[in-house]
């Protein structure tokens, strides 16, 4: 889920847009402030200071709302809330917002990925609205993977704006209540606000920093195997106080064979400590799945007792059955809310 730039490099604010404060992170209405009696479950969770988890679901390739519904039903109870992709690695799915409804008739809540790839700034814009009219109450903002490495090579990529100018677009939207163009919104969207962080390289607190300063409220990150590494880089986000603006969540996930750990290993930014490495390597492909997912809820269990983390974030996308057994083994127990 690493985020990456636009087709140009650019990372600062949108055209004629000013950079907005930094939220905090469950204020979620206009004006960047909600009621308590207004907030979601993943949002009151956050505004608690509890322990937050949420899950990921990919969309089908089809026209089929059925699998989100079931993949959804499983999690229900046991996190707060669910990411819909947005045609995820650059390949056709069902939309994002199309996953988000079915999510929410599941009775699970929903976060819909909004990528800058495939939308120039009118569609990204109506996009955001047509969310919040249909009660999506949470979007995560990302730049996304170039089309060349999905199953359309050959597509446009738009990237009129990268994330965290579309964050900023999104803030004005919802808190001055006008699009980017100055037409005035009657009435502005509501969501809770958030994006997607790769904590690692010299430059991952500011890059962090830049997108709380546009707006975001809640960011997810990239997968943390290397507990002390992660630590590190979570202490210089407690020494500028970002943690207090924005809620952290670390992304987490089990490998369940050879060949998702070496393609995870493959990824910028996934750092696997060579001990974790030779565990999985030496199980053989009879045990490693069992392995993979002890070896999630482990980190699990010792992210949750870092300060200043909000929750974890668990990517399992096609082993969505495994992960109530992981968070359980982690010691995280169901939660109350149905």
Known sequence: MADKPGADGRDGPAPGQAAAPGQAAAAGGQGGSSS????????????????AV??????????????????????RGWVDAVNITDNQSAAVRL????????????????????????????????????????GVPNVLVMTGDHPRHGDHAAATPVFDLNSTQL??????????????????LKPPP???????????????????QAKVEAGAQFVQTQFVFDVPAFESWLGRVRDLGLHE???????????????????????????????VRRQLEQAGPERIRELGERLCADTIAALAQLPGL???????????ASIPAILQRAGLPRREHP
């Open 36 to 51: 308590p009696q207004s907030l979601t479950g993943f949002q009151r969770r956050l505004a608690a200071g509890q322990f």
């Open 54 to 75: 949420t899950a990921e679901i990919g969309p089908p390739r089809g026209a089929d709302l059925a699998p989100v519904r079931r993949h959804a039903a499983t999690l």
């Open 95 to 134: 939309s994002a917002l199309a996953g988000s409804i079915a999510a929410l008739q599941a009775g699970v809540e929903p976060i819909m990925q909004l990528t800058c790839r495939d939308r120039n700034r009118i569609a990204l814009q109506s996009e955001l609205l047509s969310a919040a009219a249909l």
């Open 167 to 184: 964050l900023q677009v999104a803030t004005r939207m919802r808190d001055q209540g006008t699009l980017m163009s100055g037409g005035e």
């Open 190 to 208: 509501r969501w809770l606000l958030g994006a997607v962080e790769n904590p690692s390289g010299p430059a991952a607190v500011q890059r962090l």
């Open 245 to 275: 603006q924005c809620a952290i969540l670390a992304g987490v996930g089990p490998v369940r064979s050879l060949r998702g750990l070496h393609h995870l290993s493959a990824v910028p930014g996934v750092h696997i400590p060579d001990r």
């Open 310 to 320: 909000a929750g974890v974030h668990v990517m399992a996308i096609g082993a969505h």
